[in-house]
């Protein structure tokens, strides 16, 4: 399979299925309409009661007797005022105190983009799967390996509106490198607004950052100030400097997202075995403990501040000491987690990963095991849910587009029309009508249904090999490459007001000249 990728760039041929449609004004692919899923199976429970209860218990041991390092002297002033227990940076907090806050954290809520029919809904059985975020490169058939760039991050931006399955603009699906980091917030986050109608994110890298995405959210939504604090527009992610810290700028950025009423989700990042316990209910205490402590902090000086839990516990190799993903342990940590965000009444937040470095099967089973376990666990946000490769160092067109007909599988999963029982689905007359010597193709039963009975795929060939082969014999990541490319080539903007885009570039256009963010290069 390595060897086939690395040949693939010399191909000329352009692959995909027959059921592609031609350009002429029609749609490049048939996909499944814009909703968000909702799971409707029960959750996967590894923990008994007293599982749970031992993992909540250590959480609280760490947080009561160990105690949190909170590397921002604004949060600290606030817990010492809460009455937790602090020395230096070190914060301890009591049971009581952790229990109360937590109890404050709405178990639902919704966030509204500039196109109010992308609203998500954040908790329950709601699921949300969002774009690859954060690598530093880039990977395709053609280019190999090579730095993110700005042309880059627009075409993933691009993948991630194109595709229905995807609710949600997380980061930067790429590094735009070749834009100084002072000023790469204000281009990035406009490009992410006209290119797209979702939920969008902000990095808590700052104060300045923070501000200007949130008046750019603002603005692109034809917004008030009130109108934007009021309800939900966007979101911030912050994670913990494991073991046992949260730095500056994280808690900066949480503290100003929850006073303006705009949730934050709190994901500690704990690999079992060198950043946490290599058992992974001690990873799972350790996490949820990291996690917990800074929203205790947030429903402190915002009660109520719309919040979730974030997992990303997995493992690591032992023989080289490299991050693992979608592993036995990274399902059961998954699942673990979920266990306990419904005992805190958290929405959770889990991801999409794996450690392959090119779009090949390693690949797919490890990011296949990774959403699954988030099906299991009853997650209501995923991350990285399509294009990540290498440990999230890598970006990938080809691999956001195979991960797309894995969440469209996923989908389709979930529709009751699988499962219903009524005596039409049941099709007792179709039996009898066919009898022990006939088949179902041609009876009206079939016919009446044919057409949407089963999941159509859009990238999967399901021909033989013959036929396969005589077709030019192309392998899965040559055509996701070919189709990735047509839709970036055919891509059509969301509609945007142009008074809205005129002050979203007046915006970008005078902070720029005021310097955008400070760095120290």
Known sequence: MDDQIAEAPKRKRSGGRRGHQDRAGTAIIEQMPFRQPRNPDRPTEPLDEDGIAAIHAGVLRILSEIGIEFLNPEAVAHLKRAGCKVEGTNVRMDADFVTEMVARAPSEFTITPRNPDRMLRIGGNWMAFGNVSSPPNYWDLTTGKVSG??????????????????????????????????????????????????VVHAYSLGRERVEDVMEMTRIAGGLTHEEFEATPRMYTNINSVSPLKHDFPMLEGAMMHAMRGQPVIVTPFTLAGAMAPVTMSGAVALSLAEGLAAIALLQFIAPGAPVAIGTFTSNVDMKSGAPAFGTPEYIRA??????????????????????ANVPDGQAMWETTAALWSAVQSGTNIIYHAAGWLEGGLIASPEKFVMDCEVLQQIQRYFDPAITATTPEDIGVDAIREVGPDGHFFGCQHTQDRYQTAFYQPFLSDWRNYEAWDAAGAVWTPQRAYDLSRRIIDEFEAPAMDAAIREELQDFVARRKAEGGAPTDF
């Open 149 to 198: 760039t700005m042309d880059r991050y627009v075409e993933l931006i691009k993948l991630t509106q194109y595709f229905n399955c995807i609710h949600f603009a997380g980061g930067y699906p790429v590094e735009a490198i070749d834009v100084h980091a002072s000023v790469r917030h204000l281009d990035c986050l406009y490009e992410k607004l006209v290119l797209t109608d979702k």
């Open 334 to 355: 998954t699942q673990m987690t979920g266990q306990m965000a419904r005992f805190y009444d958290l929405p959770m937040r889990a991801s999409g990963s794996c450690a």
